[in-house]
């Protein structure tokens, strides 16, 4: 079986305000993937084995709706391969996490289709494949997920109006620094929390627009701290990035609590991290309390808690 992998990802900077055009910053997770093997079936009917969902598709059959099989649907239509195969889709990532899992495991079964049939992608037309099932399953997603994944390195996003290509710059990381990431266990899916901000923005756009500028103005400095090396600046960033999120009114008690323990223990900051309500929250860390600050989070619940290196 022929095996090919896809990384999860953290949004930094700039969730939410990113689907109205301010920029976002966002890192791939090397060390969370999703994997998936192919080989040509044993008959003429392909089926998934989706281990985390517990559950055999049948693509070209009953499941043909399924976000897997449109996927593959679509990769086969671009790669113009045809037959049947056997696909074993596993992954690390949590399920409506905010760490990318439906855009990992897409990816991945677009990589192991592009490896099989010889034929392989470049990022740019990896993730366009791959934004189109975000689209069908996430609403108005800006595409940052589908983006840092496919390229898998730091990603500073611009979503632009199409025609007008997004803009996809790698960002500069000049110190490398310590995240920790920790799951409230909670799924919440990000179509459900964009379409809130939607509906809050088309009642008041003047506010949205202000909380989306100073959201903007973050991003920035954070950018600018980042490229510089002056890290101790990023706790106090991701906490101003939070409270911009508290007043689109996508975080939650769940999360809040997880954010408060985590800084108590010693985090210099922290915010929810993807589409919010449940998902993740990301704290920056000095390496010598990034044990306490896990502790402290496992300790107020947290279903899942990870430390990283980014850069
Ligand atoms: O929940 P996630 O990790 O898929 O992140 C969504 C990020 C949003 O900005 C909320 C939506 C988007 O498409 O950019």
């Known amino acids: 079986m022929l095996w090919e992998s896809a990384c999860g990802k953290i949004i930094l900077f700039g969730e939410h305000a990113v689907v109205y055009g301010r920029p976002a910053l966002a890192v791939p997770l090397p060390q969370l993937r999703a994997r998936a093997g192919i080989q040509p079936a044993g008959s003429d009917t392909s089926i998934i084995h989706a281990h985390d969902l517990g559950r055999d598709l049948y693509p070209d059959g009953k499941d043909a709706n399924e976000p897997l099989a449109v996927i593959l649907g679509l990769a086969r239509a671009r790669l113009g391969i045809t037959g049947a195969f056997e696909l074993v889709i596993e992954s690390d990532i949590p399920l409506a996490s905010g760490l990318g899992s439906g855009a990992a495991v897409a990816t991945a079964v677009v990589r192991a289709l592009a490896g099989f049939g010889q034929k392989p992608l470049p990022p740019a037309e990896l993730s366009a494949l791959v934004f189109e099932t975000e689209k069908l399953y996430h609403g108005t997603p800006s595409g940052i997920d589908n983006t840092v994944i496919a390229y898998e390195q730091p990603v500073r996003f611009v979503r632009r109006v199409p025609p007008s290509p997004d803009e996809i710059t790698p960002f500069i990381i000049a110190q490398p620094f310590t995240l920790v990431i920790a799951n409230t266990g909670i799924a919440s899916p ?70 408060d323990a985590g800084c108590k223990a010693g985090a210099a900051g922290g915010k929810l991290s993807g589409g919010g309500r449940g998902g993740s929250v990301i704290f920056y860390v000095a390496p010598s309390d990034a044990n306490a600050v896990s502790n402290a989070v496992a300790a107020a619940g947290a279903a899942r808690v990870l430390t990283t290196v980014v850069g």
């Open 190 to 259: 990000t179509k459900e929390t964009v379409g809130d901000v939607r509906r809050g923005w088309n009642q008041d756009r003047a506010r949205y627009e202000s909380i989306f500028d100073a959201v903007r103005v973050i991003v920035g400095e954070a950018q600018d701290a980042l490229a510089r090396g002056e890290n101790s600046r990023l706790g106090e960033l991701l906490t101003r990035n939070q409270r911009e999120l508290e007043r689109m009114g996508v975080s939650s008690p769940a999360l809040e609590r997880l954010i």
